[in-house]
Nanobody
Framework: QVQLVESGGGLVQAGGSLRLSCAAS????????MGWYRQAPGKQRELVAF???????NYVDSVKGRFTISRDNAKNTVYLQMNSLKPEDTAVYYC??????????????WGKGTLVTVSS
């Protein structure tokens, strides 16, 4: 009943920018935390950034000052603006959203992932 659709991934040169989007749809009562994870080949998945329902943002140290997470509650969408991209940012990026459906309890939902490739 709930789907997350990601967009914005692609190939970019080092120093460039991309903006990722993740829109939630379905029978949604409320949305709590919204965040972005990434996983590079042979690496563990790591939390990149998350944002609370009140708009408080947090970032992993490696992206601080370069990435900005934001959300549009009216559109049930979370964004990740990525600037000054580095080759080490190359990974599959996944959105993760805590959603409560009508008559149910909060669950985590994952997007299918979007590939970001940064060339040097």
């Amino acid at each position: 009943q709930v789907q997350l659709v990601e967009s914005g991934g692609g190939l970019v040169q080092a120093g460039g920018s991309l903006r990722l989007s993740c829109a939630a749809s379905g029978s949604i009562f409320s949305i709590n935390i919204m965040g972005w994870y990434r996983q590079a080949p042979g690496k563990q998945r790591e939390l990149v950034a998350f944002i609370t329902s009140g708009g408080r943002a947090n970032y992993v140290d490696s992206v601080k000052g370069r990435f900005t997470i934001s959300r549009d509650n009216a559109k049930n969408t979370v964004y990740l603006q990525m600037n000054s991209l580095k080759p080490e940012d190359t990974a599959v990026y996944y959105c993760n959203v805590g959603i409560t459906q009508y008559g149910s309890y909060q669950k985590d939902y994952w997007g299918k992932g979007t590939l970001v490739t940064v060339s040097s």
